[in-house]
Every structure is written in structure tokens, then in C-alpha cells.
């Protein structure tokens, strides 16, 4: 018995070890936030100062609004696509299925780099070659760069939340002579709303971290906020770069708190909420 | 009017093969080619190997070497933390604070990736966070030395990477139901022997998807080196980002991009293969033992 609680500690006390390592250093961004130095890193004093510099320097609402606008069009497009897909690999999967499966795991397993440095002649090609001026768009090529990944992610949740469910309620529409949309939108889709809900904001949240796709497909003019953060880390990061993480911090925290509020009216557990959340 | 079975995966298929299929093909072809003169950033006229031989010369291959390290000894570290963590997560927990416990591991994954490693960059510099303590607890008599060399980088990496690999493990061990465990205890397997021979086999899919999900990001992996490696931590994403933005040679740029993808795939592939000769024994052992007991 005496064996047990001494594991039970350890493993206790590593769980909180590990959090403290995973706190840390957002802990430290929170704090430097209010260094009213001219150098983030270097701390000078406290202060609301650098807060009261955001609204100054046009470069970073814009670039904050540019990652904003792209993450919820590509979140749009990633769960529009990948449900769909979803649900075919799901309830349709013929011979076609392994095939796109192959397909959505080369997604997956190719370095975003790989990606970035893909995307950035295809889009001058598209864009100046054959003439599709769409795609000097800043926009659309965050957009496009963004969406990839994502897809491929939606499609794996919404794939495994309807395989564990028994297609016995679509039957029954069908038997009860729904047609094939109305049983779709009615049926199938409420069913999976909450893998819908969780990759939708996976895709959103993949988007406003996205840095590496970023920084080489976009446009100067739509600079999205990673990449202005990257350029300031090669020519020296100020506090403002702290205080705007605080606040995008805050409002990413309200709205994780908002879907799990969703999902958990929509009668899943929290740990329901992470499987689905965690691709399981 | 019945649509086929793959009518809904259309789009999805679609877009796919026009922004990753069609591109990466491009950057496989252009890998074949050379760079032409100072202005010119790749030419196709004439095809051969030789970017492949200058992407492993000794010059590049040393960086290819470097990123190897840090992904097989970055994912073996994930592992080791997310382990016993994932365990504690599952079984010990308070059932009623798992959601929020849950959510606390994710915290830090939806706070953006670079600004995270700049709070690294703060606490490991030389007159940071870490060094100070360090120094007043009288464990170090200088400043700590650790910001921009491959060490830093190594814990920029498991940092940014370990919830990737503890949700999936969590979930994984979560499934294996009470009474699996239960009955193994009955049967008079100790804790130990419970956890390598029930939970663990039963949770490896969850096990593989996380080691997955942190090596191969990890592998592509740039922006943690430009921030905590400086010129030491050299990671063969940087080199592929500098060929094409700076040397201008998207020739060889592809080449070390393709070069990147294969040593991923082999590496995945040899440590597939690695395992399943490993447990082999065991396996055979294994079905022993239940054909003596039908």
C-alpha cells in the first residue's frame, strides 16, 4: 500500500512539473507585456505603456485584423471541404476512400515548409502566367496556404466522430422517404456538429498561428501577424508584441470558453470535448 | 437520381490537388533542374541529380545531420514527459477537473507559436529568468550560457511540441476501459506488469499518432531555430527557407526539400520497422499463451 501512494505523489508531482514548463513562458509574456522598457526582453518597469502604444502603430492592428479575416475564410473553406469529405470517407467510403486517405495523410506528414516553398511559385504562376490575378490577392493566398492542413484535419474528425455513431438514424430518414439533402443537413450534419465546431476552430486557431506558409506566400500590404512578429524578432521586439499576445491571449481563452460551452449543451463531457478536439 | 459514393469528398479532393499535389509536384520537378546565372532562380532545360549530390555535400549534409538529432532526441524527450503525464491524466486525475486539466494542456497550443518562443528567448538568456535563479541558488557562479545553442533549441521543440503528443495519449489511454486493468490485477499481475503488458500495448495507436504528430512538424521546424538557435542551431528547414528567399537557388532549394521529405518517410519507416522486429518475441510469446487456453 505504502508503494502505491509514493507513485501516486511522483506522478502527481510530475503532472504539476509539466504544467509549470508548459506556464512559463506564457506566463513571462503576460508579465513582460507591461515592461515599459524600449526592448521587450529587457526589463525596465511596470507600466500599461506599451498597451496605449498598439493603438499608435497602425502596422499591428492591421496586421492583427489581416490574420483574423484570413483565419476565419480559411476556417470557413477547411470545414466546409473536410466535412464534407468526412462524412463520405465515413458513411460512402467505396474503393476511392484508401486512396484519398493516402492523399490526406501526405497532407499531413509534409513539413510546413515543404508546403510554403511549394505554394510561393505555384501562386506567382497562377497569378502571373496564366493570368488568374486572383491569386496576387494577399488574402486568398494566406487563405489557400492556410486551408491545406486544416482540410485534412477536419475531414480525420468528422471522419471518426461518425464512424463511432450506427448509421441507424439516417436509415430510418431514408426509410421514412427523406431525401438525400434534407437527410444530410437534418440528420447527419447535427450529428457531427460537434467535430464540426472543434475542427472549424482547430483550422481557425492553426490559421492565426500560422507563420511559415505565411511569410512566404503573402503580399506586402496584407502582412498577417506572425510574420510581422518574425520580422520584429530580426530587428529587435518591443513590448507592443507582448501586450497585443496578451489581449489575442484573452480573447482566444473567451472564445474556447464560448464552444465548450456549445458543445457541452450539446451534451458531450469535457472529455468528450478534448477527444473530439484531439483528433480522437 | 443516386450520386456516387466519393461525390462529397469532390471539393475537398479538388482543392487539394490544386494547392498541394500540383505544387509540390512543381517544386519535385524543379529539383531536377540547376539555377541559371546570378538572376535566374531555376531552369529545366537540362535534368540530372546533381542538386541532390550538392544538397547531401558535406556543406548541407552536416545540417540534415543536426535536424535528425533534434527530432529523434526532441520526440524520445516528448515521449518521456508526456508518458507518465498522459497516465496521471487518464487514471488519476479528478474525474470532475479532467475537462479543465485538458484545457490547461491546450492553453499554451492556442497561444501563438512565435510568441511562445520568445518568452523562451526571455527566460533562457544570459541575464534572464533562469540564469538569475540559477545563480542565486548558487547552483551556477556565470551567467547561463544556453540561449542560441542546440540545447536551447531542443527545449524550444519539446516545449512547442508536447501537447501535440499528450492529447493523443491521453485519449489512447483514457480508452483502455477499467475493467481491462482490473482483470489483470485479479489475474496477480502487479502495477508494473499491468502497465507494460495491458495499458500500454492497448494504448499504442494513440502512442504512434502522437509520436507522429510531434516528429514530423518538428523535422520542418525553422522558426524555433531562428529564434532560440541563432547560427549554432541550424535546422534543415532554415536551409530550405534560405535557399529560396535569400540564395535564390529554388533548384537546389527543392532538391533539399525533397531530401527533407524522404529522410521523414525513412525515418518513420525504419522506426516502424524497428519496433515490430522488437516486440516480435513478444508476440510470438504471446499467442502461446492464449493457444494453451483454447
Not at chain 2, 228 to 246: E, I, P, R
Request: hydrophobic share 55%.
Amino acid at each position: 500500500m505504502k508503494q502505491r501512494t509514493f507513485t501516486d505523489i511522483s506522478l502527481k508531482a510530475w503532472a504539476v512539473i509539466v504544467f509549470g514548463f508548459l506556464f512559463a513562458p506564457i506566463l513571462i509574456i503576460i508579465i513582460y507585456s507591461f515592461n515599459e522598457g524600449r526592448l521587450l526582453v529587457a526589463w525596465n518597469e511596470f507600466g500599461l505603456g506599451s498597451f496605449a502604444t498598439i493603438a499608435t502603430k497602425p502596422a499591428i492592428t492591421d496586421a492583427v485584423m489581416v490574420s483574423i479575416q484570413t483565419g476565419f475564410i480559411a476556417a470557413l473553406i477547411a470545414t466546409a471541404l473536410g466535412t464534407m469529405a468526412g462524412v463520405a470517407l465515413a458513411r460512402r467510403a467505396g474503393k476511392w476512400a484508401p486512396w484519398f486517405l493516402i492523399l490526406l495523410v501526405l497532407v499531413t506528414v509534409t513539413p510546413e515548409i515543404v508546403d510554403a516553398v511549394s505554394l510561393l511559385p505555384w501562386m506567382v504562376f497562377l497569378g502571373q502566367d496564366a493570368g488568374l490575378s486572383i491569386f496576387d490577392n494577399g488574402i486568398v493566398r494566406l487563405v489557400v496556404g492556410h486551408s491545406l492542413f486544416s482540410t485534412a484535419v477536419v475531414a480525420y474528425i468528422v471522419r471518426s466522430r461518425l464512424i463511432g455513431i450506427d448509421e441507424t438514424l439516417e436509415e430510418a430518414a431514408a426509410d421514412l422517404y427523406a431525401p438525400p439533402f434534407k437527410r444530410f443537413t437534418q440528420i447527419t450534419l447535427p450529428l457531427v456538429m460537434p467535430a464540426v465546431l472543434a475542427g472549424g476552430l482547430l483550422a481557425f486557431t492553426l490559421s492565426l498561428d500560422n507563420t511559415i506558409v505565411s511569410a512566404f506566400v503573402q503580399v506586402s500590404g496584407t502582412t498577417p501577424w506572425p510574420v510581422y512578429v518574425l520580422s520584429a524578432v530580426r530587428s529587435g521586439l518591443r513590448p507592443e508584441i507582448a501586450s497585443v499576445s496578451t489581449i489575442m491571449l484573452l480573447l482566444t481563452l473567451a472564445a474556447l470558453g464560448l464552444v465548450a460551452y456549445v458543445l457541452r449543451r450539446a451534451g458531450d463531457s469535457p472529455t468528450d470535448i478534448a477527444k473530439t478536439v484531439g483528433g480522437g | 437520381m443516386k450520386l456516387p459514393g466519393f461525390a462529397l469528398a469532390i471539393p475537398a479532393w479538388a482543392w487539394l490537388f490544386a494547392f498541394f499535389v500540383a505544387p509540390v509536384a512543381l517544386v519535385v520537378w524543379f529539383s531536377f533542374g540547376y539555377k541559371p546565372g546570378i538572376f535566374g532562380t531555376h531552369a529545366n532545360d537540362v535534368l540530372s541529380f546533381d542538386r541532390y549530390a550538392e544538397a547531401l555535400s558535406p556543406t548541407f549534409f552536416s545540417t540534415f545531420q543536426n535536424t535528425l538529432w533534434v527530432g529523434v532526441v526532441g520526440t524520445l524527450i516528448c515521449l518521456a514527459i508526456s508518458i507518465p503525464f498522459a497516465y496521471w491524466l487518464a487514471f488519476k486525475a479528478p474525474v470532475a477537473r479532467r475537462g479543465i486539466l485538458l484545457a490547461m494542456v491546450m492553453i499554451p497550443f492556442w497561444t501563438n507559436f512565435l510568441v511562445r518562443t520568445i518568452g523562451w528567448q526571455i527566460i533562457l538568456a544570459p541575464s534572464g529568468l533562469l540564469s538569475t535563479a540559477l545563480q542565486s541558488i548558487g547552483v551556477l557562479d556565470e551567467p547561463l550560457e544556453i540561449l542560441f545553442t542546440r540545447t536551447a533549441v531542443l527545449i524550444g521543440v519539446v516545449y512547442n511540441y508536447l501537447p501535440l503528443m499528450i492529447l493523443p495519449m491521453f485519449v489512447a489511454f483514457d480508452r483502455v476501459s477499467l475493467p481491462m486493468r482490473e482483470a489483470s490485477k485479479d489475474l496477480g499481475a502487479g502495477r508494473w506488469s499491468t502497465f507494460l503488458n495491458v495499458t500500454l500495448p492497448l494504448a499504442k495507436p494513440g502512442i504512434i499518432v502522437g509520436i507522429l504528430l510531434v516528429y514530423i512538424p518538428l523535422m520542418g521546424d525553422y522558426i524555433t531555430a531562428t529564434v532560440l538557435g541563432g547560427a549554432k542551431g541550424n535546422m534543415a528547414g532554415q536551409m530550405v527557407a534560405n535557399q529560396f528567399q535569400t540564395a535564390q537557388n529554388w533548384a537546389l532549394g527543392s532538391a533539399m526539400a525533397v531530401v527533407l521529405v524522404l529522410t521523414i518517410l525513412t525515418t518513420v519507416l525504419i522506426a516502424a520497422l524497428v519496433s515490430w522486429l522488437a516486440t516480435w518475441p513478444l508476440r510470438a510469446s504471446q499467442r502461446l499463451v492464449l493457444g494453451d487456453k483454447s
